[in-house]
């Protein structure tokens, strides 16, 4: 039988797991493509601890899935809605929410069209 002291230490070594609480889904417009716009999505949400992908969309799209507590999804809504990368020219961002599905672990780019 453990004692008390070795059941503790058990406890404080387990990952404390955070479920999301929101879910965005963004198609933004504009020039978004050819100027790093997926990057500096990444870097944004990962600054903001948000997990989920981001992608080019063959109509010059890009489109954004991110999870995480109500204050990380605003903050990368409104980043995605109006700061951008450096060289983007944001002339849309649809954003709508619904509900986690926390099938993510990390904000990657995922690649091709």
Known sequence: MADST???VDQQQQPRILRAQCRIHGIIKGKVQGVFFRKHTQAE???LGVTG???NLP???VEVVGE???EQCGGLEQ???H???PKSRIDEAHVTRSKPSDEFSSFDILKGR
């Open 45 to 47: 949400a990962q600054r």
């Open 6 to 8: 070795e059941e503790a």
């Open 83 to 85: 700061t951008g990368s």
């Open 53 to 55: 992908w981001v992608r």
């Open 79 to 81: 980043w995605l809605k």
């Open 68 to 70: 995480g507590s109500e």
């Open 59 to 61: 109509t010059g799209e």
